[in-house]
């Protein structure tokens, strides 16, 4: 990742967002993320091939596993923080 922007970009997607939601709770295989998307095995993998390139998500094979982690969990207090903002001008707009 070069700068903030390639992190935005990066989350940008809102199913991105829900992967690394996800692997705030542990780490994932990889089959264990497939039934919790309702899109196409080749569509997540990939936008969680995205994740990894930008340095967000690690990938270790175990056997036939192939296992996820976030590999910063401060991520998520971005992620958090944004989600608060946005209820926040939800509200305002109300």
């Known amino acids: ?3 903030v922007s390639d992190l935005f970009k990066a989350l940008s997607s809102p199913w ?3 992967i690394l939601i ?10 264990e993320l497939e039934p919790a998307f309702p899109i196409d095995k ?3 993998s990939r936008h969680i091939q ?7 998500v690690q990938e270790e094979k ?18 958090e923080s944004a989600e608060a903002w ?9």
């Open 42 to 44: 080749t569509t997540l």
């Open 22 to 31: 996800r692997l705030h709770q542990g780490t994932l295989c990889m089959c």
């Open 62 to 79: 175990n056997g036939t596993r192939k296992e996820l982690t976030l590999v910063d969990q401060d991520l998520f207090d971005l992620i």
């Open 86 to 94: 946005v209820r926040k001008k939800a509200l305002e707009k109300t």
């Open 16 to 18: 991105r967002v829900q």
């Open 1 to 3: 990742m070069r700068d």
């Open 50 to 56: 995205l994740l990894v390139r930008c340095g967000l």
